[in-house]
Structure formats: structure tokens, C-alpha cells
């Protein structure tokens, strides 16, 4: 995505000399076009949206706070990291140009191994540099030699463990979208990207070669877009164009020691439950406490699938809907008034995408100078959930029913009944698991003419209703 962005000009016809408008609005415009140049003049260095922060420039805690809420060990494990490297081969993704850049950083082994000492659990050792280590160790022989000072060198430390893996995927735009509007030349834009980076981990043991554990983890990286546009004609040859912006990239570096310190995590949790490392003493106590807490987290990731979407708020095999509209009818009466109505939802899923249900309804319908009854009806739904994966999705519905006008005291006849068929297009958003809410416009339209007492035209009565409300899903 492209960086930020602010321009602003003006662009005029060479035929100055013309007059158009009023001499008082192009003293107003001619004024505020020099209060703008002024101050793009004089801030044109500083149209940043954020300030930068001294304290943000470097990264002390780490990126994945749980590392450093393991139980301490037994005692530390002494390993060895030789290379934990980009085993992708990709380079940034550009829509314009050629990159040769890497899509993530080449430092992943340093990155290891910061996070298996900030763990707590890890002895680490100088592996990746072995060859300089071992020159500096036989420089210092060969000055000890020169001096006279005899004494063999400590022996250097091996590792009882090595940490072999690396970064095996970078996925870009796994998900992309956005919104924008314009009217009248004026309008805005904001555009979002998803990418995915994925880390494998194995701990191996040096005296038998055997792996003993194998995790694995996945971090997003966004990127959001946000502009402002302006495109009009101020007087017959003048323009008035401009724009404004900002994009925001969160660092791959940071999802990647994300990933590498939540691997880490895995790794030192999942080999305490199989036995391969022990806790100190003193944790046994409190380890039922620190596996509810990572088990909770590992449900958590469980529930969100490759493209971010929730999967545990998916919707239930039963739900309950409670809703209010206001509802306008149209037929042979002008100036229809807005009425209030009520509905009460029982659904059924039958897949994930679509639900069949049974709704009642209960309302008003009104035209001034004109007339206005109560109605109760009901009607057979279905409802279809576009992505019933994602917390907010559009559904349809369609479907057909009665309706009822209610006489005095509640009386009915025949001629009070009014078969309809309707449907709905909406937005629902689920607050948790069990809980949604949606946004929706009705029509219905009737099967016979009449519901305002008149029957005349070429269709017949039918209605239009904009409300919302919530709905209860259950087991």
C-alpha cells in the first residue's frame, strides 16, 4: 500500500478575466484558497497524523506477553540454535514495482534466541557464529603461547538440546477489503490487507538424535488504508481538487517475534505435559493454574480459523428473535405515515448457511386524512447467512404469511385476511456466541388488494419496514 499522501492544489483557466458568481463568494473563496496555501506552505513537513514517540522507536518487552508468565524449570535446559531461518524465498508484495526486499526479516535466529532466555528455560549457546568463536578461541591460545602463559582454556559448553525449525510461510492478502463513498465529487475511502506469517519449532535431543517435540504458530500482519477526496468545480473554470491520507503497517518484524515467542511458549508447555522437562518444586502447586490459563489461550487460537474469522461465534442449531420496526404502507391513500410493528422469531438451522423458522408479527398501518388498523399475521421464513463464520455478515430472507386486520373487539372476517409474500436484506452481528444483532429492511407485499379498505389500481397494498433488534441462538 502506498504511504501517506496530502495534496491539495487549484487549477485555473487562463481566461481570468471572466466574472462568474457573486463578488462575495469569491472574496470568500479567494480567501480560504490562501488560508489553505498558507498553511500547506507552512506545514507541508508535519501533515503526519501520528507524532512519533522516542519510547516506541525499540521494543523491550516482548511481543508475546504470556512468554514470560511460564512456571520456572527444574533446572535449564543447555541448547543450541545453528540456524532458525526464512525458509519462504519471498519477497514484499508490490502492486507497482519490482521488489527485491524480503518479505521477512533474515535476523529470525536472533529473534529465537532472545526468546528462549527471556523464557526462562533455556541455557542458550553461541552456535550460529561457531566458526568466528572458534578463530577468537585459537587467537587466545596463540597470545597465551607468545606470552608464556600456559593453562588450557575452559571447555566450551554443549547443548543437551538444539531448536532446528524456521519461518516455513508467508501468505499475502489472505484477506483484503474496503469501503468508500462519494457524492457530489466528495468522498473517502479506507482499504485494509491481511497477511499471514507461519513459524515451525522442534526441540531435538543431542545424545540420540530423537525430536521430541514439534510446534508450530501463525501471526497476522495488517495494513490499513484511510483517504479523503475532493474533486469540484468551485466556479465555471476553477477546480477544486485535494486529498488526504495516511496508511498503517504494522511491522512483519514484530508478527515474527510474535510467532517465534508464542512457539516457544508452546514449546516449553507442551513438553512439560509429556514429561520431557519438569518444574521447580515449588511450582507443582500452582502447574493445574498455568495449563488452565495456556489451555484457555490454545481454545481461544482453536476457535479462529486462517482467515481470522471466529469460528466459536458461530451461530446455533436454535434461535430466538425479539424485533422492532417502523413500517410505512403504500397503496391508494397518499401521505402513508411511519407505524410501529413487532415481530417474535423461532429459527431452525438446517446448515450453517440457512435457517427455516416461523415468525409473528404485530403492527400498525396509518395515512393521514386517510385511515388507519392494527393487523396481526404470521409467516414460514427462510433466512440465509452469507458468511456465517464471520461476527458480521449480510442475510436474506424470504418467505410468506398472512395477515390479519383486527376489527373491534377483536373480531375477524373473512375479508380480513390478507395472504403475503415477502422478504428482508440485512446485517447481523454476533456480540458472542449466542447472541446476534441485526439491521434489516422488510417488504411485504399483498396477495390481494384491500388492506387500507380500497381496491382500485394496477397492485396491489404492500408494505415496507425498516428496524432491528436481537436474536438468541442456543445449543
Known amino acids: 500500500m502506498k504511504g501517506l499522501t496530502v495534496i491539495f492544489c487549484t487549477c485555473f483557466d487562463g481566461l481570468s478575466g471572466r466574472r462568474a458568481g457573486s463578488a462575495g463568494f469569491m472574496a470568500a473563496m479567494g480567501l480560504m484558497m490562501a488560508i489553505l496555501m498558507g498553511v500547506l506552505v507552512s506545514g507541508c513537513g508535519s501533515m503526519s497524523p501520528f507524532q512519533p514517540d522516542p ?8 511481543a508475546y506477553p504470556e512468554l514470560g508468565t511460564l512456571p520456572q524449570p527444574r533446572e535449564k535446559l543447555v541448547a543450541a540454535v545453528y540456524r532458525f531461518r526464512d525458509q519462504t524465498g519471498q519477497y514484499k508484495p508490490s502492486d ?3 521488489s527485491w526486499s524480503t518479505a521477512v526479516t533474515q535476523g529470525s535466529t536472533s529473534i529465537l534466541l532472545k526468546a528462549i532466555d527471556d523464557s526462562g528455560w533455556f541455557d542458550p549457546i553461541e552456535r550460529e557464529g561457531l566458526s568466528n568463536l572458534m578463530n577468537e578461541r585459537q587467537i587466545i591460545r596463540s597470545i597465551r603461547a607468545e606470552h ?6 575452559p571447555p566450551m559448553l554443549y547443548a543437551g538440546v538444539m531448536l532446528e525449525g524456521g519461518i516455513i510461510g508467508y501468505d499475502s492478502n489472505t484477506m483484503t477489503g474496503g469501503m468508500g463513498a462519494r457524492y457530489l465529487g466528495i468522498g473517502g475511502t ?8 507461519t513459524v515451525y519449532l522442534r526441540a531435538v535431543s543431542t545424545s540420540s538424535s530423537r525430536i521430541l517435540k514439534t510446534v508450530h504458530s501463525t501471526e497476522t500482519i495488517l495494513s490499513q488504508k484511510v483517504d479523503a477526496h475532493v474533486f469540484r468545480f468551485v466556479d465555471a473554470n476553477k477546480i477544486l481538487e485535494g486529498e488526504a491520507g495516511y496508511t498503517v503497517n504494522e511491522p512483519g518484524t514484530v508478527a515474527v517475534t510474535r510467532a ?6 508452546k514449546l516449553v508447555m507442551e513438553g512439560i505435559r509429556d ?3 519438569g518444574v521447580a518444586d515449588h511450582e507443582q502447586e500452582q502447574l493445574d493454574g498455568y495449563f488452565s490459563a495456556y489451555e484457555k489461550r490454545q481454545e481461544q487460537a482453536a476457535s479462529i480459523d486462517f482467515l481470522g474469522r471466529d469460528i466459536g ?3 446455533g442449531r436454535v434461535g430466538l428473535g425479539l424485533h422492532l420496526e417502523g413500517q410505512r404502507y403504500r397503496g391508494n391513500y397518499p401521505d402513508p405515515l411511519t407505524r410501529p410493528s413487532g415481530h417474535v422469531d423461532a429459527l431452525l438451522k438446517i446448515t450453517d448457511y440457512l435457517y427455516t423458522g416461523l415468525t409473528a408479527h404485530h403492527g400498525q398501518l396509518a395515512a393521514l386524512r386517510g385511515f388507519e388498523k392494527t393487523y396481526t399475521g404470521a409467516r414460514l421464513n427462510v433466512k440465509g447467512v452469507l458468511f456465517p463464520r464471520l461476527s458480521l455478515t449480510p442475510f436474506l430472507e424470504a418467505g410468506g404469511g398472512v395477515m390479519v386486520l383486527e376489527e373491534d373487539y377483536f373480531r375477524y372476517s373473512w375479508d380480513d385476511w390478507f395472504p403475503y409474500v415477502g422478504g428482508a436484506a440485512g446485517l447481523e452481528y454476533m456480540l458472542d456466541h449466542r447472541v446476534g444483532l441485526n439491521l434489516a429492511i422488510r417488504h411485504r407485499y399483498a396477495l390481494k388488494d384491500g388492506l387500507d379498505g380500497v381496491k382500485m389500481g394496477q397492485f396491489n397494498d404492500h408494505i415496507w419496514s425498516v428496524g432491528g433488534g436481537l ?3 442456543g445449543w
Open 55 to 62: 519510547n516506541l522507536r525499540t521494543t523491550e518487552l516482548p
Open 96 to 98: 507497482n514495482i519490482a
Open 148 to 153: 608464556g602463559q600456559d593453562g588450557p582454556l
Open 190 to 197: 479506507s482499504e485494509f490487507r491481511q497477511d499471514k506469517v
Open 260 to 265: 517465534i515467542e508464542k512457539a516457544v511458549e
Open 275 to 277: 514429561g520431557l522437562w
Open 313 to 315: 461465534r458461530q451461530r
Open 471 to 473: 436474536i438468541f441462538y
